[in-house]
C-alpha cells in the first residue's frame, strides 16, 4: 500500500498564482484532512471531509478551497496564492471508528509564494 | 476549548539518557491524548494515543506516556535515547470521537548528542 501519497512535494508560486495541491490516499479512508505546519505553530487544520461530497472548514480556511468527489482524493486548492500562505502542507487520513487523533500522514507538501 | 503546551522547545539530551518531552492540556471533557513523531522531511507518525483505558501508555521505539489527570499532564519518556529518535515530537488533544478536530501543541525538537 502506498499509504496517503502527495504532490507536488515542493512547489514556488508567485503571489495571485493560483494552484493545487494533490491527495490521493488508498486505503478507504473516509475521513481526510489538509493540515499547514509553521515554525511554532505545531499543525493547524485546513479544511476536512467526513466522506464523498462532503467537506468543512478547519481552525484555518481562508483562501482555501477543497471538494472531494471520490473516497481517494481530496485535493486542496489556492485560488490566489499570498506570501502568508508559505508553509508545509499536509494531507491527513483515517478510518471510521477510530479516534480522531489516529491519523495517517502524507510526506507534506512545501509551498513557497513569492 | 481544548488546548495543548509543550514546555520546551528544543530538548537535548546525550545518547543512552533518560527522555521526557513534556506536554499540558486543557480540555472540558476526559480528553484523547496523542504523541506523534516527525523525522526530518516526513510526515507525522502515531507515536502513542491515550484513550481514556490504562493510564500508562507504551507506543513504538521504547517511548511511553503516563495520563495524570490530576496535573493535566501527558508527558512522553524514553529510558534511554538512541540516535536515531531525533525528531520532532507533537503532542495532540481530542475531545471525544466522531469528526471533533484534534488539536496540535507547537511541537519540541529533540537532540541526541553522541
Known amino acids: 500500500n502506498a499509504g496517503v501519497t502527495q504532490t507536488p512535494k515542493f512547489q514556488v508560486l508567485k503571489t495571485g498564482q493560483s494552484m493545487t495541491l494533490q491527495c490521493a490516499q488508498d486505503?478507504?479512508?473516509?475521513?481526510m484532512s489538509w493540515y499547514r505546519q509553521d515554525p511554532g505553530m505545531g499543525l493547524r487544520l485546513i479544511h476536512y471531509?467526513?466522506?464523498?461530497?462532503?467537506?468543512d472548514q478547519g481552525e484555518v480556511p481562508n483562501g482555501y478551497n477543497v471538494s472531494r468527489s471520490t473516497t481517494e482524493d481530496f485535493p486542496l486548492r489556492l485560488l490566489s496564492a499570498a506570501p502568508s500562505q508559505t508553509s508545509v502542507y499536509f494531507c491527513?487520513?483515517?478510518?471510521?471508528?477510530?479516534?480522531?487523533?489516529?491519523?495517517?500522514f502524507g510526506e507534506g507538501s512545501r509551498l513557497t509564494v513569492l | 476549548a481544548q488546548s495543548v503546551t509543550q514546555l520546551g522547545s528544543h530538548v537535548s539530551v546525550s545518547e543512552g539518557a533518560l527522555v521526557l518531552l513534556r506536554c499540558n492540556y486543557s480540555s472540558s471533557v476526559p480528553p484523547y491524548l496523542f504523541w506523534y513523531v516527525q523525522y526530518p522531511n516526513q510526515g507525522l507518525q502515531l507515536l502513542l494515543k491515550?484513550?481514556?483505558?490504562?493510564?500508562l501508555v507504551k507506543g513504538i521505539n521504547g517511548f511511553e506516556a503516563e495520563f495524570k489527570k490530576s496535573e493535566t499532564s501527558f508527558h512522553l519518556t524514553k529510558p534511554s535515547a538512541h540516535m536515531s529518535d531525533a525528531a520532532e515530537y507533537f503532542c495532540?488533544?481530542?475531545?471525544?470521537?466522531?469528526?471533533?478536530?484534534?488539536?496540535f501543541g507547537s511541537g519540541t525538537r529533540l537532540q541526541v548528542q553522541p
Open positions: 491515550y484513550t481514556s483505558a490504562a493510564t
Open positions: 471531509s467526513v466522506g464523498a461530497g462532503i467537506t
Open positions: 491527513a487520513s483515517r478510518s471510521p471508528g477510530t479516534s480522531p487523533g489516529e491519523l495517517f
Open positions: 486505503m478507504n479512508h473516509e475521513y
Open positions: 495532540a488533544v481530542s475531545e471525544g470521537t466522531g469528526r471533533r478536530a484534534l488539536t
